[in-house]
Structure formats: C-alpha cells, structure tokens
C-alpha cells in the first residue's frame, strides 16, 4: 500500500532536506521523516521547477526564499 502526503508535509521535507547542514546527508532526512530517497529526491526535483507549491497554506518554494525564511 503506498502512503500519501499532504502537500503541506512534502513542502516541510523538501525545506528540510534543502536546508540541511554539510554533516546532515539526505538519507538521515529520508529516514527521520519515513520518506524513500527517491520520494524525497523528485519532491525537490519538482520544488526547484515550482511544481510543489500549496494553495491551502499559502507556501511557495521559491528561489528568493532564504531557508531561514522559511516557515
């Protein structure tokens, strides 16, 4: 059975994951938040192309964006 996210969530992890440190890898972010590698990995393929952006929030994965900004 596969699980499914909220838009909201697939937005945290991939602020999270591109937020990381230079001692935090994105296996360690994939296995904190339950998410496969490859999941994680097309969530920020399609963040960067401003394909994953929430309308219920109001949150946009934008280049502007500093990652302390987001939030």
């Given amino acids: 059975m596969r699980r ?3 838009q909201e969530f697939k937005v ?5 994951a591109l937020s990381q440190c ?3 890898h ?3 972010i994939e296995r904190d938040l339950g998410v496969g590698y490859s999941t994680l990995q097309r969530w ?3 963040a960067k192309k401003h394909e994953l952006e929430t309308q219920h929030t109001g949150l946009q994965m934008t280049s502007e964006k500093r990652p302390q900004d987001w939030g």
Wanted: charged letters at 40%.
């Fill in 4 to 6: 499914r996210f909220t």
């Fill in 12 to 16: 945290h992890a991939v602020e999270k």
């Fill in 44 to 46: 920020i393929t399609l």
């Fill in 22 to 24: 230079d001692d935090v």
């Fill in 26 to 28: 994105l296996e360690d």
